[in-house]
């Protein structure tokens, strides 16, 4: 009896540890919103701000947690509202509105979407016009950064939703690794290095041949691919930039060019704030000593740059620890932009006023953006009057470098035409036929059949042009 | 109780009664088993998009299906992966059913080792993948660690990135996770077995191998079958696994660990195809549903013969 009762007990306390063995290990995550299905989901997890005796009540559900501190700034500013915000998972928000909305439900009465998931909230008529009375969006036009606005209108140019954020992307990179080996740290003169693909190479084979890796994993420059949209007037289109974005990421896989790190994975992030270890046959991993000795032979390495949309200068610098301060920010070989977190109000809300004060006051008040500026520590936000006022800013993690100005002229040149809501599915099939490539698992022209093979499955609609 | 069949009223208020009691059941039952049947079948011969009006398009989707080469291709990844998988299971939940089983032997404890062969069930997938996507990372995954530290291989093994090996690995991880089921199954149907068979055996002089292969095993079949085939079925719908390691419904790398569900799901909940999806699920259910008749068949027609 007394053994049967020792075993259960050492079961359930093996269960126990198994169990939160295995619930400990998350890598860090990305801040701010982003469409890549491998960043780590959190959990649903609904906040309540402001009394609970308030008289008025709104309910947000978000995708990031950014709203949480907007809606307790909000209740301190108006003590008679109640703001209930749930961040969902973005694998998981399409579902869940779509859910709500069909039910008819009068809450939430805000609704947020990433830019590739609006063209279909938009069709489905979830989000309420915001040109009408009493909101006027279009006074607030020139408040906002161009592309920001365009993505929150819907085919027929109605205003749907808005964001406070900009999201363009850029290259960042080691300034005293960029100091050593190419005798610079000027972003202008290093973004000459990342103009085009050609040129990456050759810069990637100059960091090589000096013991460093040019990037972690060889998606970094997935931000700048492509010159034209994938779909054009309902045709697939592969254009040169395209191509030769292609023949670069297996070029630098097969030339060894990068440290073979998974995006988003652990090792990623730990490469932000120093070397990581490269592991050959001689290397024994579990030994510090010879750990050591294998840092000092060059058998770890650093890595030089990753390309990041502007709400990766705030995951960065949760992640370089010592190296605050040598890494810097420049352009990249395109415009890009990637995620961003786009307000609107439910077109079944019963408070429309009340959210639309809310979307106000997140979107378009300079106070709450000034504010957020503070308390984000970096994050770029999209009301022009801010930017311009906080255009001399340096931030110190990037030695001083003017992020606000250096991610507004990237914004200017983001062409929001190039998106459809193909691009998701589309830039899948290309990585998945740029994966079978560089690891010679099939020859480009299979490679590139089986893309074409992919998207005409997916998407029947699409004429392709082999 | 002493009934009397008293006619008209009375017998029919004994019959709504019983209605009375199995609403319960009947409600939630049509509400979450029958509605949703019959509108997916519905939706499959429509173009719904999830939102918005459905249009009828008759066999349309169907048609489509069964051109998708990407379709079957999901399906041949799911048999090729489930079957890896069925072996090795079933194979260690067998040895392992030979050495607890051994009258001999008597091994102590099978109450602790069921338990923690059990165990690796108990974890969520979810954490299941990510413990392995860790432990079999091409560089710095623990796995090639040891390999390469140790010279049993001389450069690392890319475990989920190469399509010779990843839908192996998930055979494996599934296989790992699923034996202790297997295993206790295969118990209870040793445990089922009467002991004098074993005694006969031993009095005859029977050695183990023989007592396991003229004994056990001819006796353990309808059990193995049963396991085989619910495995069979349940693999077939196989999802979260594959899903969470490969990251995403494209089942990287090549679409090698892309399953019928997962194939289902990329167009029910990604591209907005639920109409689509819907036919997908129709065709998925009627190959799981031949193989339910293939295995009442079988079942079946055992009895028949060994009764």
């Known amino acids: 009896m007394r053994m049967k009762r020792a075993a259960a007990f050492t079961l359930a306390g093996l269960m126990a540890v198994s169990m939160t063995a295995c619930g400990s290990g998350n890598g860090g995550s990305a801040k701010g919103s982003t469409s890549d299905s491998t960043e780590e989901t959190k959990n649903e997890a609904a906040a309540t701000a402001g009394k609970k005796d308030a008289s008025e009540k709104l309910v947000v559900w978000t995708l990031a947690d950014d709203l949480k501190q907007f809606a307790e700034r909000y209740c301190e500013k108006n003590p008679d509202v109640q703001i209930e915000t749930v961040t969902i998972a973005p694998a998981d928000y399409p579902t869940k509105i779509q859910t709500a909305m069909r039910g008819k439900q009068t809450t939430p009465d805000i609704i947020v979407g990433e830019p590739q998931m609006l063209e279909d909230m938009y069709e489905a008529g979830y989000f309420e016009d915001l040109d009408q009375e009493p909101y006027n969006a279009q006074d607030y036009a020139d408040k906002i950064v161009d592309y920001v606005w365009d993505v929150g209108k819907d085919a027929d140019g109605v205003q749907r939703a808005i964001s406070y954020q900009i999201t363009p992307c850029g290259v960042f990179y080691r300034r005293d690794i960029a100091e050593k080996v190419f005798g610079t740290d000027d972003p202008e003169e290093i973004g000459n290095m990342f103009q085009d693909y050609d040129t990456i190479l050759s810069t990637g084979e100059t960091l090589r041949d000096a013991g460093y890796k040019i990037f972690a994993s060889d998606m970094e420059m997935t931000y700048f691919s492509g010159d034209s949209a994938w779909v054009e007037d309902g045709k697939l289109k592969i254009d040169q930039a395209r191509m030769d974005y292609l023949d670069s990421c297996v070029k630098l896989y097969q030339n060894d060019m990068t440290a073979y790190v998974a995006q988003w994975s652990t090792t990623w992030y730990q490469a932000m704030g120093g070397s990581v270890p490269v592991i050959d046959k001689e290397t024994n991993v579990w030994d510090e000593t010879e750990m050591e000795e294998a840092a000092e032979n060059g058998k770890t390495t650093e890595i030089f740059a990753y390309g990041l949309p502007a709400w990766g200068v705030v995951t960065m610098r949760d992640h370089v620890g010592d190296l605050s301060g040598k890494w810097g920010v420049c352009a990249g070989p395109a415009y890009g932009f990637s995620g961003g977190t786009y307000i609107g109000i439910s077109a079944l809300s019963e408070k429309k006023e009340l959210a639309w004060d809310f979307l106000k006051f997140c979107t378009l008040t300079e106070e709450t953006l000034d504010w957020w500026i503070e308390a984000s520590q970096g994050d770029v936000v999209s009301y022009l009057p801010c930017l311009e006022k906080h255009k001399e800013d340096e931030n110190t993690v990037y030695g001083g470098e003017k992020l606000y100005q250096f991610f507004l002229e990237q914004a200017e040149g983001i062409d929001y035409s190039k998106v459809t809501k193909y691009d998701k599915k589309i830039n899948d099939a290309w990585a998945a036929a740029i994966d079978s490539i560089k690891t010679g698992e099939k020859s480009k022209e299979d490679a590139v059949d089986e893309f074409y093979d992919v998207v005409a499955s997916t998407y029947p609609e699409i004429e392709i042009q082999r | ?307």
């Open chain 2, 1 to 307: 109780m002493g009934e009397k069949a008293v006619p008209g009223k009375k017998k029919r208020n004994i019959e709504s009664t019983g209605y009375f009691f199995v609403a319960p059941f009947v409600i939630a039952f049509i509400i979450f088993s029958v509605y949703p049947v019959l509108r997916t079948f519905y939706l499959s011969f429509t173009d719904y998009k999830g939102f918005g009006d459905a249009a009828l398009t008759g066999g349309v989707n169907y048609l489509r299906v069964l051109q998708d080469k990407f379709f079957w291709r999901s399906l041949w990844n799911t048999a090729k992966i489930w079957s890896v998988n069925i072996v090795l299971q079933l194979g260690l939940a067998l040895a392992l059913t030979i050495v607890f089983s051994d009258i001999k032997y008597k091994i102590r404890g099978l109450a602790v080792f069921r338990a923690l062969y059990y165990l690796p069930n108990l974890i969520a997938a979810t954490s299941v993948a990510f413990l392995f996507k860790t432990l079999l990372d091409w560089r710095y995954g623990t796995l090639n660690q040891i390999l390469v530290g140790s010279g049993a291989v001389g450069s690392p093994v890319n475990w989920l990135g190469s399509t010779a090996t990843a839908p192996y690995v998930i055979s494996v991880i599934s296989a790992w996770m699923w034996f202790g089921n297997s295993f206790i199954m295969l118990m209870a149907g040793v445990q089922g077995i009467s002991k004098d068979y074993f005694e006969a055996a031993a009095i005859d002089g029977a050695g183990r191998m023989k007592t396991f292969t003229r004994i056990t095993l001819p006796l353990l079949k309808p059990i193995m079958l049963y396991v085989g085939i619910t495995s069979l079925i349940g693999g077939l719908q196989m999802f979260d696994l594959p899903f969470l390691i490969s990251g995403g419904t494209a089942g990287n790398p090549s679409g090698s660990t892309q399953t019928v569900v997962m194939y289902l799901y990329k167009f029910g909940f990604e591209t907005n195809q639920v109409g689509y999806a819907s036919a997908i699920a129709y065709v998925l259910f009627i190959i799981i549903f031949l193989f339910s008749a293939l295995q009442f068949k079988v079942m079946y027609g055992r009895k028949k013969g060994g009764n």
